[in-house]
């Protein structure tokens, strides 16, 4: 058995077992990889921190380093700073863990259930979320009012934790109230997440959640993925058109007021395509007392 008095003579010193060998070494590599951890965007893939620390940590089990079982004043500090890193790398990815999905979405889905309790009617709306929002004047897509109906819709909505903030307001808009109070204010982002007052972070869906969510919508409100621009913003732009259209007309046929067929026709002509409202709507054209166009849609509070 080597001594003490083994180093004097050239003789390597003993060196500790092969399991806690193992497990210096799997420390030593969480301690090198520390720093990487403050690069990683926890919010945005936040299970990538932890890949990161069990990949350093696997790499440092298998390559093991454990120094001399006799120590210096200088190894005794080397290992207790290695052992100190690993650590706080741990505690760290343990906090970015916490933030980013709150106990994998449990401490989310709880408080989203509490935001939501009690709500009697549900709009999808016609606009963004919690930035240049206007929840009781913008065109609503759907309403829910039944109690049955109001809880399958909320149980469509499952959370795996929180994602990065876009600076977009999102669309389309998802609003619960509550006797005649609106009491949650949200909107969907890119079809992925779900931005809601109350609640920090845009709230990244499951799998299951996201899906379920986009066939709703898809189903009754027409909307497909992807589609993120205000339809009743675009149906008033092509009203718009169609009314500049009618008044250069009128122009040029010595006051005559068209008609709908004539606008079309008009349109046909100069190689354009006639306007069509993006909520499926049908347009009529009436006339003011002041002899001006105005078109009118017949999709939900779109005239």
Known sequence: MATENDNENGVSPQR?????????????????????????????????????AVVSALIGWMVPGRPHTVKNAWR?????????????????????????????????????????????????????????????????????????????????????????????????????????????????????????SGIGGDLRFTIESRRRVQEWLETHCGLTPGDNSPRYRRCMMARARIESEALDLAKTNDSKKPTMDDLREEFKKNGKEFPACPAGGEYSLTYGEDGRPEIKCTAPRHD
Request: net charge positive; charged share 20%; hydrophobic share 45%.
């Open 76 to 196: 005794t500090v080397g290992e207790s700073f290695v052992w100190l890193a690993a650590a706080l790398h741990l505690a760290l990815v343990a906090l970015w863990l916490h933030l980013a999905t709150g106990l994998f979405g449990f401490l989310i889905d709880k408080n989203f259930r509490s935001a939501v309790k009690d709500a009697d009617r549900i709009v999808i709306r016609d606009g963004g979320g919690l930035c240049h929002s206007k929840p009781d004047k913008e065109p609503s897509l759907f309403e829910i009012t039944n109690k049955a109906e109001i809880a399958a819709f909320n149980d469509m909505f499952k959370f795996s934790g929180r994602t990065m903030s876009c600076k977009c307001c999102g669309y389309p808009g998802i609003d619960w109230w509550r006797d005649g109070q609106c009491v949650v204010v949200s909107a969907l982002h890119h079809g992925h997440a779900l931005r809601i």
């Open 16 to 52: 500790s077992k092969g399991g806690a060998r193992r497990w210096y070494g799997a420390a030593r590599g969480l301690a090198i990889a520390f720093p990487i951890v403050f690069l990683l965007p926890g919010f945005a893939f936040s299970y990538l921190p932890l890949g990161a």
